[in-house]
């Protein structure tokens, strides 16, 4: 995708068509609060869910998938050692694997681990929120347990610097998201501010991706379409009856789910993406 202003709601339909074509298995690591979350947001997009997180299951479920994603909200030796065997195998067989460092910034075990990940796995895609993202590239950033908190002016130039640095597409999570190669940073306009009074957000994001790149060949085009989906399903979601956010996380998974190829074919979708100079 060289150039993700000319989206269009055809182009977005295209990419839903093909996930729901290829029920590609996405091969999720996560943490015990989202895991029912991710497993439900991988299956409403037409994606396949599975959620093998025992040393050597791991990585055997991993050869299977369509893509893998690493989830670091766990930091037990058990679970770092069976998300450094699903991210060799998935490199080994040549599934794109996709990493959320979750909590990125917040304590030097995770610093560590997150490192670890980063030098021994090749990443299609990085996930992280402003603080996360900032983190990782080395600028200036505040985390405080899993989230991320401060003024992120700069975070164009920061998530290219950190594709240039990985070789991943970066996508960084906030009011506005934002997804950056080596060569360019793109503002993405799309999405409620409900979406971050529910606990997992972010971690959907980061499965959403996966499930993205599993069934599209181009990590900018996954990445770009993946983050607009999310946002427009987090819109839609608003729309519909609430009381507060225990109802709009239903209403959100349910948006997901009725986010199908002929909706997006009719969406005006072409000024939600933007440049950063």
Same mark, same amino acid.
């Given at each position: 995708?060289?150039?993700? =202003? @000319? =989206?269009?709601?055809?182009?977005?339909?295209?990419?839903?068509?093909?996930?729901?074509?290829? &029920?590609?298995?996405?091969?999720?690591?996560?943490?015990?609060?989202?895991?029912?979350?991710? *497993?439900?947001?991988?299956?409403?997009?037409?994606?396949? !869910?599975?959620?093998?997180? *025992?040393?050597?299951?791991?990585? #055997?479920? $991993?050869?299977? /998938?369509?893509?893998?994603?690493?989830? %670091?909200?766990?930091?037990?030796?058990?679970?770092?050692?069976?998300?450094? #065997?699903?991210?060799?195998?998935?490199?080994?067989?040549?599934?794109?694997?996709?990493?959320?460092?979750?909590?990125?910034? *917040?304590?030097?075990?995770?610093?560590?681990?997150?490192?670890?990940?980063?030098?021994?796995?090749?990443?299609?895609?990085?996930?992280?929120?402003?603080?996360?993202?900032?983190?990782?590239?080395?600028? &200036?950033?505040?985390?405080?347990?899993?989230?991320?908190?401060?003024?992120?002016?700069?975070?164009?130039? @920061? *998530?290219?610097? +950190? $594709?240039?640095?990985?070789?991943?597409?970066?996508?960084?999570?906030?009011?506005?998201?934002?997804? /950056?190669?080596?060569?360019?940073?793109?503002?993405?306009?799309?999405?409620?501010?409900?979406?971050?009074?529910?606990?997992? =957000?972010?971690?959907? +994001?980061?499965? %959403?991706?996966?499930?993205?790149?599993?069934?599209?060949?181009?990590?900018?085009?996954? /990445?770009?379409?993946? %983050?607009?989906?999310?946002?427009?399903?987090? #819109?839609?979601?608003? #729309?519909? !009856?609430?009381?507060?956010?225990?109802?709009?996380?239903?209403?959100?998974?349910?948006?997901?789910?009725?986010?199908?190829?002929?909706?997006?074919?009719?969406?005006?979708?072409?000024?939600?993406?933007?440049?950063?100079?």
């Amino acid at each position: 995708m060289s150039e993700p =202003t @000319t =989206t269009t709601g055809e182009a977005l339909a295209d990419s839903l068509r093909a996930i729901r074509e290829r &029920e590609p298995l996405i091969q999720q690591l996560t943490n015990e609060v989202t895991k029912n979350d991710l *497993a439900n947001v991988v299956l409403h997009w037409g994606a396949l !869910p599975v959620m093998a997180d *025992a040393p050597g299951d791991a990585g #055997e479920m $991993a050869e299977l /998938a369509g893509a893998v994603l690493l989830n %670091t909200g766990r930091m037990s030796d058990r679970n770092v050692e069976a998300l450094h #065997e699903a991210g060799r195998a998935g490199n080994e067989l040549g599934a794109p694997v996709v990493l959320d460092p979750v909590g990125a910034g *917040a304590t030097p075990t995770r610093d560590r681990v997150q490192g670890s990940l980063l030098s021994a796995v090749e990443f299609a895609i990085v996930k992280g929120n402003y603080g996360e993202i900032s983190h990782l590239a080395g600028a &200036e950033a505040e985390v405080k347990g899993v989230e991320s908190v401060g003024e992120y002016e700069g975070i164009g130039e @920061t *998530a290219r610097a +950190l $594709a240039a640095e990985t070789g991943a597409v970066v996508v960084a999570s906030g009011a506005e998201d934002v997804v /950056a190669d080596a060569e360019a940073a793109y503002r993405i306009t799309a999405g409620h501010e409900l979406m971050g009074a529910v606990v997992g =957000t972010g971690c959907m +994001l980061g499965a %959403t991706l996966a499930a993205f790149r599993g069934s599209l060949e181009d990590d900018l085009t996954a /990445a770009v379409h993946g %983050t607009l989906a999310y946002g427009l399903a987090g #819109e839609r979601a608003a #729309e519909l !009856p609430h009381n507060g956010p225990a109802s709009y996380r239903i209403n959100f998974l349910d948006a997901v789910a009725n986010l199908r190829p002929e909706v997006a074919a009719d969406l005006d979708v072409g000024g939600r993406i933007g440049r950063i100079d």
